[in-house]
């Protein structure tokens, strides 16, 4: 049973445009989301947070929406460039309480960007 | 500041077999959480090490267990190994705190191989 679920395995963009990967979660408990980027060889890099207060938070060409009683959130990339080609990996953990150590994955996104 | 480390980078063993990984954390954390990764999967929480203590477990048996030494660095070791043991072993280690726990920052992996 996901918890987590990125339905979309892949991603090709071109330079410059935007890219939208999504992600959707099942755990009402789930109050804080994360996304990784991986590149091949490495762990898991931290990109970008938002906590279930808020439905947007920023970070350079990186945006985070949150939209809670969808249960749906989405990172945007703008504008895309070569060096964003990787794997995204959407993450949920609850805030506080049980579980709150525990990060849950989803399946992620390879993201390709064609110069 | 030194990142996460984790060691050996690939290992192959065969099936019964037991293997122990290690992991040495970022400097000032205290905390070390072990994750699996499948190919084509999403990281999967095994469990998790505050204060040489184990502080959560996912959904993986006995035979998955683990230390934390004082020095924050920890080991993984995984008994009577399988086939489906097969993946990238994942370390990540954090901060915790009153307030909870911090950014998870992960090492690059070990590749586990079982035949």
């Known amino acids: 049973d996901q918890q987590v679920k990125q339905n979309s395995p892949s991603l090709s963009v071109q330079e410059g445009r935007i890219s939208i990967l999504n992600c959707d979660y099942t755990n009402s408990m789930f109050d804080y989301f994360l996304w990784y980027k991986k590149y091949p060889a490495e762990g898991p890099t931290f990109l970008i947070s938002i906590s279930s207060i808020k439905d947007k938070n920023e970070d350079g060409r990186f945006t985070v929406f949150l939209n809670k009683s969808a249960k749906h959130l989405s990172l945007h990339i703008v504008p895309s460039q070569p060096g964003d080609s990787a794997v995204y990996f959407c993450?949920?953990?609850?805030?506080?309480?049980?579980?709150?150590?525990?990060?849950?994955f989803g399946k992620g996104t390879k993201l390709s960007v064609i110069p | 500041e030194t990142g996460v480390t984790q060691s050996p980078t690939h290992l192959i063993k065969t099936r019964g077999q037991q293997v122990t990984l290690r992991c040495s954390s970022q400097?000032?954390?205290?905390?070390v959480s072990w994750y699996q990764q499948a190919l084509g999967q999403g990281p999967q929480f095994i469990f998790q090490y505050y204060r040489e203590e184990e502080n959560g477990r996912g959904n993986f048996p006995p035979r998955f267990s683990g230390l934390q030494f004082p020095n924050y660095s920890s080991e993984l070791n995984v008994n009577a190994l399988e086939l489906d043991d097969s993946a990238l072993y994942l370390c990540a280690s954090s901060l915790k705190l009153a307030g909870g726990l911090g950014e998870q920052f992960f090492g690059p992996g070990t590749r586990l191989t079982v035949l």
């Open positions: 400097s000032g954390h205290n905390t």
């Open positions: 993450a949920a953990q609850p805030q506080g309480g049980a579980g709150s150590y525990q990060l849950t």
